[in-house]
């Protein structure tokens, strides 16, 4: 799979987190991709995953994923044997190999004060993945901080519970919404910006 993370995005900022569970309703949605937070190796070598992966843009939640190591040679299995669009994590050492083996790189961050800022953005430089996820939501007030530090879109995830959020964090600058909320993965957000 040939996957472009900014050109999703700017299709639809709407990206599902899904659990292993709902995947197929986020497969059915209108989210431009998917990360997938939870499972097992078996789950994602199975048909079931695979039809969905073929379907919708899939990115793993590699640090959530039972039976993985955090190391390259977790990245040439799932590249091998399971090739997602891409990787979600907090690990360096797996962004570098995503990027490495042409999958799509998230790197998560999460934001608590001005210090934590401060290592995230010196982290993203170092690893230079092809998209940043910053959690929780709600620091959208420093996307443009963030942005002024890197060229990388933005994505804030976590605690989105209506759709008024999805409009506030778009309109405070995001690139696009990661959602856990399944009754919002379907909400009409063109001309929000």
Known sequence: ?????????????????AQHENLQLAVDSGVSSIILMNGNLNELMGQEFQNCNRKKAILLHTDLIKGLSNDKEAINFIKSHINPAGIVSTKSTMLRAAKKKGLAAIQRIFLIDSNSLKKSIESIRENDPDVVE?????????IDIIKKEIDKPVV????ISKKEHIIDVLRGGADGVSCSNSELWNIDIKGIK
Do not use: C, Q, R, T
């Not at 472009?4 to 709407?14: C, D, G, R, T």
């Open 156 to 159: 804030l995830g976590g605690l």
């Open 134 to 142: 910053v959690m929780p939501a709600f620091v959208y007030p420093v």
């Open 1 to 17: 799979m040939n996957f472009n993370m900014i050109e999703s995005l700017k299709k639809n900022p709407l990206i599902a987190a």
